[in-house]
């Protein structure tokens, strides 16, 4: 990301020490989650991809971090299957929800806040799982969670600069603010549970 960037972007709201407590007291609970998240991100960015087929920039990020994120998914159905851990269905994800809800609807601004609330949902994944391997015991799920952290914190950085390619740098510092505290209030409101949001 510019750097110019990170001094007007408010940093993020800690997750409470509660959530991860929640995480290891069901850790195959969260994994059925964490596998849901990977593949619903897989198919928010393919979504991205089919609406903006005229922008190639945009089309050729989004197909790659679909495959990136559906990597992601094979990689969690792995670590269920060694643990012998059945995947559950989906569930609905009210966070998600509350913040795709704050999306702009008129064209001028639908394309910038898709972006940037792309950005704050990577960027609360990637102090999550790096939370997770912070904790984790084994060796391997630590090396696991390190990986994926690093690479959410790069999808975040992605979505800020697609947004910088079609948007003002102001407009995308001054949205992506307002989207960081937003962010912070609706994370502190969802309950409590062994899942990633
Ligand atoms: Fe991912
Ligand atoms: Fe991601």
Not at 89 to 116: M, S, T
Not at 147 to 157: M, V
Not at 159 to 187: H, K, N, S, W
Request: hydrophobic content about 45%.
């Amino acid at each position: 990301m510019a750097e110019r960037n990170l001094s007007l972007i408010p940093t993020l709201v800690a997750s409470p020490v509660e959530w991860l407590d929640a995480v290891f007291k069901d850790f195959d609970e969260f994994l059925k989650d964490h596998a849901s998240c990977e593949k619903k991100a897989s198919g928010m960015a393919m979504s991205v991809a089919a609406h903006y087929p005229d922008k190639p920039r945009l089309l050729n990020a989004m197909v790659d971090l679909a495959v990136e994120e559906l990597n992601h998914y094979r990689e969690v159905i792995r670590v269920m299957l060694a643990r012998d851990v059945v995947p559950g269905a989906d569930q609905k994800d009210p966070y998600i929800h509350q913040l795709n809800a704050l999306i702009r609807r008129g064209p001028e601004y639908f394309l910038l806040d898709r972006l940037l609330i792309g950005a704050v949902v990577e960027r609360r994944g990637a102090e999550r799982f790096g939370l997770v391997a912070g904790r984790v015991t084994d060796p391997e799920l630590r090396t696991f969670y390190d990986a994926i952290a690093d690479s959410e914190e790069r999808h975040w950085e992605l979505f800020v600069d697609l947004a910088g390619e079609f948007y003002p740098e102001d407009d995308v510092c001054r949205q992506l603010a307002i989207f960081t505290e937003q962010e912070g209030q609706i994370m502190a409101d969802q309950a409590i549970r062994p899942a990633l949001h």
